[in-house]
């Protein structure tokens, strides 16, 4: 069996461990299910996601772990590649073997039920990384797509490219 962790908002705790994860996101081919991870030695590889998936408006995240049979059939990559559809133990060992594994990411074509769920956490709010991964010290990008108006800060570094 493998080990996968599924990062929420922590107002959803109460119904992940009564009903489980919904399988809500859209991942590629418009299919849904649940975005994931395995759950490997590097704190900082497994919960990768927490720092980016607050800046959409959540201000407390939880790690939601859960087994899924080896065989089970995923899709993994980076998150701005095509994925491969592999079995969940193949697509663990290929992030794990990974050299540099920041912004991989499994999806589990269908919903988790509760009793596969293993443990509910919290995490450390500050881990991962924001925007992409190898971003701290590189400039921000000023387009409208990664800097929309409102967002705090966007309208200093529109005006530090010449945006208007």
Excluded at 5 to 15: E, G, L, P, W
Aim: hydrophobic share 40%; charged share 20%; net charge positive.
């Amino acid at each position: 069996m493998t080990l996968l962790v599924h990062v929420t908002a922590a107002k959803n705790v109460r119904s992940v461990r009564r009903a489980g994860i919904r399988a809500d996101s859209i991942g590629h081919g418009g299919m849904t299910g649940v975005y994931c991870l395995p759950v490997l030695p590097s704190y900082q590889i497994t919960y990768q996601w927490v720092r980016e998936l607050r800046r959409g408006g959540q201000r407390a995240m939880i790690a939601v772990h859960f087994r899924v049979p080896d065989d089970e059939p995923v899709l993994v990559g980076h998150y701005n590649r095509t994925p491969l559809q592999l079995s969940s133990a193949e697509a663990a060992a290929l992030v794990a073997e990974q050299q540099d594994a920041r912004g991989y990411e499994l999806f589990l074509p269908r919903p988790v039920s509760a009793k596969e769920i293993h443990r509910v956490r919290s995490v450390n709010q500050v881990t991962g990384w924001r925007y992409m991964p190898g971003a701290h010290g590189s400039p921000p990008c000023a387009c409208p797509v990664c800097n929309f108006p409102g967002q705090y800060g966007a309208a200093k570094i529109r005006k530090a490219f010449g945006e208007p």
